[in-house]
């Protein structure tokens, strides 16, 4: 096991911040992550999990043990008729393995595509896109407990997966280390078409009966018309997360902003468009030094170039601010602040 001092996180987060680790080791193996928690390093030192580092801002370097996850290998464990069950391990690339899948004809998880990170934090914050969440393919996952050493298994249920939710998110968070999912693929599609601007796009592809290679790749299009790529321009896609109002807040706010984007959720509540109340605050494409809020979207914040992780979090904060004020609606941010 080895352990690396001082070194830079730039190429290890998506933000691009140049933040150094007291310490950092990378796990290949779950003897290696054995070991090291039961060390005195670990003991003694703050820890910080990193996947693909592309849903985190460090405001500072880290004064502790960062660990990398590269565990990897995708298992198949069940196979009928109608479905497959596989087991990935938690390195892997995200989207390395929606790629696999689809090219398996496996559905479920194809509007998923492009998403950036690694697989063992898709269950973090349930990722989701498109109108899919993990959890719709989600069976359990295995993660090792880190002040005991024990590997723990998690169904879906104690997972407790929520909008941008999870059990480690919230009551168990940084108290585990998540090694494995499993998820259940079905070899017959149920596609999910109409969020977003998918139809339109499968239509300008020109299919007409589309299979999931075809609603993959309209995903993919649609994301790299919308998003900044994080190799050409730090972004940690969407920082706050769209904001949950009552349906009463809802209709005072429709009154005076009829242009108001908003989604049904559930009985009582409405889900606002963040990205769309922080335009109406002025900030989308305005750039402050090296940081700033994206052209083409608002709810993504931006380092041109040698932006500090504190100057991105000042402007969330003067958005979160701003939208307070303009709407009292507080949003919070998606992406985790370390
Ligand atoms: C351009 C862009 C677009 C994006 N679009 C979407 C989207 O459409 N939908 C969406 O949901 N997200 C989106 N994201 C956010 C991000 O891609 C996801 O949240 C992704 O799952 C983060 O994976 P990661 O490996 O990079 O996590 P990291 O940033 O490395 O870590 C995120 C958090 O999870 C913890 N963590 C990571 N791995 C583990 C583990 N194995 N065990 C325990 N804790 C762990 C970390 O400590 C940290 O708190 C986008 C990001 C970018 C840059």
Same mark, same amino acid.
């Given at each position: 096991?080895?352990? #690396?001092?001082?070194?830079?996180? =730039?190429?290890?987060?998506?933000?691009?911040?140049?933040?150094?680790?007291?310490?950092?080791?990378?796990?290949?193996?779950?003897?290696?992550?054995?070991?090291?928690?039961?060390?005195?390093?670990?003991?003694?030192?703050? /820890? !910080?999990?990193?996947?693909?580092?592309?849903?985190?801002?460090?405001?500072?370097?880290?004064?502790?043990?960062?660990?990398?996850?590269?565990?990897?290998?995708?298992?198949?464990?069940?196979?009928?008729?109608?479905?497959?069950?596989?087991?990935?391990?938690? *390195?892997?690339?995200?989207?390395?393995?929606?790629?696999?899948?689809?090219?398996?004809?496996?559905? *479920?998880?194809?509007? !998923?595509?492009?998403?950036?990170?690694?697989?063992?934090?898709?269950?973090?914050?349930?990722? *989701?896109?498109?109108?899919?969440?993990? =959890?719709?393919? %989600?069976?359990? !996952?295995?993660?090792? /407990?880190?002040?005991?050493?024990?590997?723990?298994? %998690?169904?879906?249920?104690?997972?407790?997966?929520?909008?941008?939710?999870?059990? %480690?998110?919230?009551?168990?968070?940084? #108290?585990?280390?998540?090694?494995?999912?499993?998820?259940?693929?079905?070899?017959?599609?149920?596609?999910?078409?109409?969020?977003?601007?998918?139809?339109?796009?499968?239509?300008?592809?020109?299919?007409?009966?589309?299979?999931?290679?075809?609603?993959?790749?309209?995903?993919?299009?649609?994301?790299?018309?919308?998003?900044?790529?994080?190799?050409?321009?730090?972004?940690?896609?969407?920082? %706050?997360?769209?904001?949950?109002?009552?349906?009463?807040?809802? =209709?005072?706010? =429709? !009154?005076?902003?009829?242009?108001?984007?908003?989604?049904?959720?559930?009985?009582? /509540?409405?889900?606002?468009?963040?990205?769309?109340?922080?335009?109406?605050?002025?900030?989308?494409?305005?750039?402050?030094?090296?940081?700033?809020? /994206?052209?083409? #979207?608002?709810?993504?914040?931006?380092?041109?170039?040698?932006?500090? *992780?504190?100057?991105?979090?000042?402007?969330?904060?003067?958005?979160?601010?701003?939208?307070?004020?303009?709407?009292?609606?507080?949003? #919070?941010?998606?992406?985790?602040?370390?």
């Amino acid at each position: 096991m080895h352990i #690396q001092e001082g070194q830079s996180l =730039k190429s290890m987060n998506t933000f691009g911040i140049d933040a150094k680790a007291k310490y950092l080791s990378i796990i290949r193996e779950i003897s290696d992550l054995e070991t090291l928690v039961k060390s005195n390093l670990f003991k003694e030192e703050n /820890h !910080l999990i990193l996947g693909g580092g592309s849903n985190i801002l460090l405001t500072k370097d880290y004064n502790g043990l960062v660990i990398k996850n590269e565990l990897k290998g995708i298992s198949l464990i069940n196979e009928d008729n109608a479905s497959v069950i596989l087991k990935i391990m938690s *390195g892997e690339v995200w989207h390395e393995l929606v790629l696999y899948c689809v090219e398996n004809n496996w559905a *479920g998880i194809e509007n !998923l595509s492009l998403i950036p990170g690694s697989v063992g934090a898709a269950p973090m914050q349930n990722i *989701g896109a498109y109108g899919v969440e993990l =959890k719709s393919v %989600f069976i359990e !996952l295995e993660a090792l /407990h880190l002040e005991s050493g024990e590997v723990h298994t %998690f169904d879906k249920k104690a997972c407790d997966f929520g909008y941008r939710q999870s059990v %480690f998110k919230n009551r168990l968070k940084e #108290q585990y280390f998540i090694l494995s999912i499993t998820i259940k693929l079905l070899k017959k599609p149920k596609l999910h078409l109409t969020y977003g601007a998918i139809n339109d796009t499968l239509k300008l592809m020109g299919k007409s009966k589309p299979n999931i290679k075809d609603v993959s790749q309209a995903v993919i299009q649609i994301r790299q018309s919308k998003l900044p790529n994080p190799s050409e321009l730090g972004n940690s896609g969407s920082f %706050f997360k769209n904001p949950i109002v009552e349906n009463e807040k809802f =209709k005072e706010l =429709k !009154l005076n902003y009829p242009n108001i984007v908003a989604y049904p959720a559930g009985e009582k /509540h409405t889900k606002l468009a963040a990205g769309w109340l922080i335009e109406q605050c002025g900030y989308k494409g305005k750039r402050y030094g090296d940081t700033g809020s /994206h052209k083409h #979207q608002a709810l993504v914040l931006v380092n041109y170039g040698n932006a500090k *992780g504190k100057d991105i979090w000042n402007l969330a904060l003067k958005i979160q601010a701003s939208v307070k004020a303009k709407f009292d609606v507080d949003i #919070q941010p998606e992406v985790n602040i370390i």
